[in-house]
């Protein structure tokens, strides 16, 4: 068997692997809807008062998403335009819904190419540097809340401590001891890479936006709890909570978009943070919901002006 045989192999083997998860996770999440329909046909009394911030916090979203890829791209002389940037955002959360690992990221990389010549390689390099400062960031942001919510009498189980210390782990690829592990292919030239950011001051920047984006995604989170009855209990810690364990999932997505895996991750925080009436699924299934239409309403337009100014420029 050839080296391009095997290499089609494994894809093949990973590709249904993915499928069969996705298609467990989509018939576990239907199950659970059914097997819960009378508790949550009881819930399902919406305050529609908090409908409109919650509209505001996934366009504010998209808004830090462009503005972190806007300052990776520039670091290597790529400049964009606000609706470019913006408009990169909305497209890479459109297709993250399609039936394709990484639909998003391989759409803005395409754009990025064709239009302004940055490679795939050194697209792919912002990628990396991305995931890995959010993961070590969701890390230790989530060992502060639990840190917060110890403080205030309210749970903090073990379960979540030993994944966001795992998380913050990560922490050590920002240091000479990255040397000493061996790194998958894709994150060798890490160190490299972020020294580069280190060096333009453009690192501290790109953990402050990612900052920003959990603290959008927890109050997503809080104002959809909100909406639901009994969704006073969740208070904004741990809503942080909830919201860093539904970013965390994401980084490897299963399904598109990540539904279903997010829903099972935040109702299972939820449970160990003691809290009832399934408002973690729920909560996090009503945010994704208005996060969705959103998307949906305005990816089209983003579409087609970037597909136009692809155009335009060939």
Not at 186 to 204: A, F, G, T
Request: hydrophobic share 55%.
């Amino acid at each position: 068997m050839s080296i391009v045989e095997e290499k089609h192999g494994r894809d093949a083997h990973a590709t249904y692997f993915r499928a069969s998860i996705a298609i467990a996770v989509i018939v576990g999440l239907g199950w659970y809807v059914w097997h819960a329909r009378h508790q949550l046909a009881v819930v399902l009394k919406l305050d529609w008062h908090y409908l409109l911030p919650m509209i505001v916090v996934p366009l504010a979203s998209l808004g830090v998403n462009g503005l972190i890829g806007r300052d990776l791209a520039a670091e290597f002389g790529v400049k964009l335009s606000p609706v470019e940037w913006y408009g990169l955002a909305v497209v890479n959360s459109l297709w993250n819904y399609l039936p394709l690992p990484q639909a998003g990221a391989m759409a803005r990389g395409m754009y990025l190419k064709r239009v302004h010549g940055l490679s795939y390689v050194t697209y792919g390099a912002t990628l990396v540097v991305t995931y890995v400062t959010a993961v070590a960031l969701y890390g230790i942001l989530g060992l502060t809340g639990l840190g917060i919510l110890s403080v205030l009498g309210r749970p903090s189980p073990l379960f979540l401590w030993v994944v966001f210390a795992a998380l913050a782990g990560s922490l050590l690829l920002f240091t000479p001891a990255v040397r000493f592990f061996p790194l998958p292919r894709r994150l060798v030239d890490l160190p490299i890479h972020l020294k580069s950011l280190r060096r333009h001051h453009l690192l501290r920047r790109i953990i402050v936006l990612q900052t920003l984006l959990v603290a959008l995604t927890t109050t997503g989170l809080w104002l959809a709890c909100r909406t639901l009855p009994g969704g006073g209990e969740v208070t904004w810690p741990v809503a942080l909570m909830l919201g860093l364990m539904i970013l965390a999932s994401g980084i490897v997505n299963v399904t598109p978009g990540n539904i279903g895996v997010e829903q099972g991750v935040a109702e299972l925080s939820a449970r160990l943070l003691h809290i009832t009436l399934n408002l973690g699924f729920l909560g996090s299934a009503l945010f994704r919901a208005v996060s969705v239409v959103t998307i949906l309403a305005i990816g089209p337009m983003f579409s087609m002006v970037l597909a136009r100014r692809r155009a335009i420029d060939h």
